[in-house]
């Protein structure tokens, strides 16, 4: 099966009025991910028809909730490190009514390489960075999936650099296309920004569109062992400089903020290689 952007922008076409109708009544959430974003993974698998999704890091459940209902005969295996988080409840109570997804919780850096089987799909969204980026590595290599998504691609970040140098046939849910066509899905952002990313003309050429999905699809024999050892030494590198980044600045609160804007949740858009 090729998995390509081509091909999800053309399954999302066919499949959107289908995926509108699984979880027309879902309100959009301001800490979870998109809407628009769990389009894009609908698209990508769409012809896979997983047997189970793996997903990795669950806070109030927003992804889980979505992945519940888009994929009805599909089993959601959520991992959440922090059964005392406050979310956790919550959370809890949300999903109970979707008889397909599995709550545990646990460190996913454990669980994950345990439990997912050859063809599953697996959805990284805590940890992040570069460790979720091992994480997949690891996974890929010991249980071989059919493909990974990885949340918080920002453009521009060293990470999304990473990860499209060392993976070219990697694809983001901010390509513009996909952007252009479904952003309104999402609706939270009101009408204004709606029509700012949606015309082509005017849409914003540098910024990343919400958190922004990476689909990492397996290729034989990937990774291998000297990309496993590149993507350790990148995530030391990006802990090394962000620790020497703290110590260092002295740069006006402002300024920071506008090298890392904020996320519609008020959080700091994700940096170089910060880790949860
Ligand atoms: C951004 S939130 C997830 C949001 C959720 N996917 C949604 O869309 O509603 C990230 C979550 O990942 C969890 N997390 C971070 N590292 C983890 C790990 N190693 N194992 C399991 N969960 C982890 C955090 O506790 C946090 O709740």
Redesign the pocket.
């Known amino acids: 099966m090729q998995y390509t952007i081509d091909n999800t922008l053309a399954r999302a076409g066919e499949l959107v009025g289908e995926f509108e109708r699984r979880i027309g009544d879902v309100e959009p959430?301001e800490?979870?991910?998109a809407i628009s974003e769990a389009l894009f993974v609908f698209a990508t698998v769409a012809d896979l028809k997983p047997r189970r999704i793996l997903?990795?890091?669950?806070?109030?459940?927003?992804?889980?909730?979505?992945l519940g209902r888009a994929f009805p005969d599909t089993a959601i295996i959520?991992?959440?490190?922090?059964a005392d988080?406050p979310?956790a409840g919550p959370?809890l109570q949300r999903l109970r009514g979707l008889s397909n997804v599995e709550c545990l919780?646990?460190?996913?850096?454990?669980?994950?390489p345990r439990l997912t089987r050859p063809g599953d799909v697996v959805?990284i969204?805590?940890?992040?960075w570069f460790?979720a980026l091992k994480?997949a590595y690891t996974v890929m290599r010991r249980r071989q999936p059919a493909l990974v998504f990885i949340?918080?691609c920002e453009r521009g970040t060293p990470f999304r650099r990473f990860v499209e140098r060392r993976i070219p046939w990697s694809f983001f849910s901010d390509d513009h296309r996909f952007v252009q066509q479904y952003c309104r899905l999402d609706r939270y952002l009101g009408d204004a920004e709606l029509r700012r990313w949606s015309d082509p003309d005017h849409r914003p050429r540098d910024e990343s569109y919400a958190?922004t999905f990476g689909c990492i699809p397996a290729r034989p024999g990937f990774p291998g062992l000297g990309a496993m050892l590149r993507v350790s030494g990148a995530r030391i590198a990006a802990n090394v400089a962000k620790s020497v980044t703290k110590r260092t600045i002295t740069a006006p609160a402002s300024r920071q903020r506008a090298a890392h804007p904020r996320r519609r949740d008020g959080t700091a858009s994700p940096g170089a290689g910060a880790s949860?």
């Open positions: 959430m800490r979870g991910i997903e990795s890091g669950r806070a109030l459940g927003q992804s889980t909730y979505l959520s991992i959440e490190a922090n988080h979310d959370a919780f646990g460190n996913s850096r454990v669980l994950l959805i969204d805590g940890p992040k460790r994480l949340h918080d958190g949860s």
